[in-house]
């Protein structure tokens, strides 16, 4: 095989590793994987700074903790003090295009659906770009924004300098044609994203509790 070069790697980064700005959103969806607890924390920061007031935790594959991945994600939330009230749990989900098709159906189930008109979408920072194109693909209505943690061993700008990042990172990438091919996905403009973001409003954190 050809040795890949620093700078097409550095493009590849570019391209798959993206995220958008962050503005006030009417949902979060929780994209499931092993990283569950860091994907739970990252969501349970955002919550408590006012940036949504419902999550979805979407993922019915089993992780290495022997729960799935949704269960896993909501007990998490609830640990750091986001309210059952403000999470919804999707458990059908065992791919990316299910965890947007399964959540939208949750979301028509509950009545909830007419109301999500931005979604705030959290996953692996590997997948970060298909995640959206997944969106953009059944969802591209909404308003699209995304974040991922890191919890990689090198910093997302050196993304190749760790074998574990760099092998994530180059196995989503060679998906990302054979996937447009087969219509699963749509391609995103981040800048265009980035533009409509700007224009929403950002979100005001809730009032820290009064003293007694």
């Known amino acids: 095989m050809k040795k890949l070069t620093e700078e097409f790697l550095k493009k590849v980064g570019e391209y798959m590793l993206v995220e958008t700005r962050l503005a006030k959103a009417d949902l979060c969806l929780l994209f ?7 994907l739970a924390e990252r969501a349970a920061d955002l919550y408590h700074k006012g940036y949504f007031p419902l999550i979805v935790v979407s993922g019915g594959v089993p992780t290495s903790k022997g729960t799935f991945e949704c269960h896993q994600m909501h007990d998490r939330l609830v640990a750091l003090g986001v309210p059952e009230s403000a999470i919804r749990v999707e458990d059908k989900a065992t791919n990316t295009g299910e965890n947007v098709i399964e959540t939208m159906q949750l979301l028509k189930n509950t009545k909830e659906f007419g109301k999500i008109h931005s979604v705030l979408g959290i996953g692996q920072i590997h997948g970060s770009r298909r995640f959206l194109m997944t969106l953009e693909k059944h969802w591209p209505s909404v308003t699209k924004m995304f974040t991922a943690p890191n919890t990689f061993g090198a910093d997302r700008d050196k993304w190749f300098s760790d074998r574990s990042f ?47």
């Open 32 to 38: 499931g994987g092993e990283q569950a607890d860091a």
């Open 166 to 212: 760099r092998s994530a990172v180059l196995r989503e990438f060679w998906k990302i044609p054979k996937y447009k091919a087969r219509g699963i996905i749509a391609e995103v403009d981040i800048d265009d994203l980035n533009d409509k973001i700007a224009r929403r409003p950002q979100p005001k954190p809730p009032a820290p509790p009064q003293p007694k």
